[in-house]
């Protein structure tokens, strides 16, 4: 006479064999994503734009910069710093914003990891 397991212990046995595969999956998963290369873009130069180049005394303007990678391309995703070259004549904020304190000349600069323009 052949004795064969009840079906709740057939359960128990297949049950564990089964769980290993979408255990395995979500590992080979995580393995995957750990070792993607990050790409790393080094900065060539930044060209700034303003939408006017005169602006009277008071008047503001937002600059634009634009990040170029090594061997061409824009490089996104690198923080900007903005300084002006006279802050006594126009001044520039963290976000670009460029505001006519008196009258005069100045020229805006944008820089990100070492390049800089104007």
């Given at each position: 006479?052949?004795v064969h397991?009840?079906?709740?212990?057939?359960?128990?046995?297949?049950?564990?064999?089964?769980?290993?595969?979408?255990?395995?999956?979500?590992?080979?998963?995580?393995?995957?994503?750990?070792?993607?290369?990050?790409?790393?873009?080094?900065?060539?130069?930044?060209?700034?734009?303003?939408?006017?180049?005169?602006?009277?005394?008071?008047?503001?303007?937002?600059?634009?910069?634009?990040?170029?990678?090594?061997?061409?391309?824009?490089?996104?995703?690198h923080s900007?710093?903005?300084?002006?070259e006279r802050?006594?004549?126009?001044?520039?904020?963290?976000?670009?914003?460029?505001?006519?304190?008196?009258?005069?000349?100045?020229?805006?600069?944008?820089?990100?990891?070492?390049?800089?323009?104007?």
């Open positions: 006479m052949a397991p009840s079906p709740s212990h057939r359960s128990r046995l297949i049950g564990p064999r089964l769980l290993w595969l979408p255990v395995a999956l979500l590992v080979a998963a995580l393995l995957a994503l750990a070792s993607c290369d990050a790409v790393i873009t080094e900065v060539e130069r930044v060209e700034v734009s303003l939408p006017n180049s005169s602006l009277t005394v008071g008047q503001g303007a937002q600059a634009q910069a634009q990040v170029f990678a090594s061997g061409g391309g824009g490089a996104a995703n900007v710093q903005w300084t002006s802050p006594g004549v126009a001044t520039v904020n963290s976000n670009g914003w460029v505001t006519a304190v008196s009258p005069g000349e100045t020229r805006i600069a944008a820089s990100a990891e070492g390049a800089a323009g104007w």
